[in-house]
């Protein structure tokens, strides 16, 4: 594999993205994104309301994401993105943008060779229970431990021909990151 300009940290909600994406850009020297950060408020409200976000929802999200990607990438730097990432042409609009989505993501009208983010993902896993216990203990986050169950309906696991990675979390957090970073070497 090319070496990665980009690192996904995926997964359902309560997964430890944040906690493993932040820890993991520190010890790189790269920069960090939280996806959550980007939310528009109406996306934020339904979940808070309990309402799954739908693909309507998600793609001019996912569009501003791959934006962000996209300068940093080709202003040389690395980049580390918590994002759930749970669908296969989700982790797709993060890396090529989406030509036919609702919203375009930006272009700029500009004619310069199209930079290239190659990511690897790292697809945080585990059981039902042992997230749904995480997300019971989370306190003043925005995503109810009710719409988990949809986050595992939703998700479409990392596959050929994708860069991935799966590391269970029932691992500790230093095992989590030495896995990662031996993937990295």
């Not at 932040?22 to 979940?47: C, I, Q, R, T, V």
């Not at 976000?53 to 990438?73: A, F, G, Q, S, T």
């Not at 919203?103 to 983010?117: A, H, I, Q, R, Y």
């Amino acid at each position: 594999m090319e070496a990665p300009n980009a690192v996904l940290v995926m997964g359902v909600s309560g997964s430890g993205k944040s906690t493993v994406g932040a820890l993991l850009a520190s010890e790189l020297g790269w920069k960090f994104y939280d996806a959550d950060d980007y939310h528009p408020e109406e996306n934020l409200m339904k979940m808070q309301k309990g309402i799954p976000l739908n693909d309507e929802d998600r793609i001019p999200w996912l569009c501003k994401l791959h934006d962000v990607l996209r300068r940093d990438v080709a202003s040389g730097q690395h980049v580390v993105l918590a994002c759930s990432a749970l669908k296969k042409v989700y982790r797709d609009i993060l890396i090529q943008g989406k030509d036919d989505a609702p919203l375009k993501c930006d272009d700029s009208g500009k004619e310069e060779k199209p930079v290239e983010v190659k990511l690897l993902v790292v697809h945080l896993t585990g059981s039902f229970d042992i997230i749904s216990g995480r997300l019971l203990r989370r306190k003043d986050h925005f995503m109810p431990p009710e719409l988990l169950q949809s986050q595992f309906d939703t998700l479409e696991t990392p596959s050929a021909p994708e860069s991935f990675i799966q590391i269970n979390v029932d691992k500790n957090l230093s095992e989590i990151i030495a896995t990662i970073m031996e993937t990295l070497k």
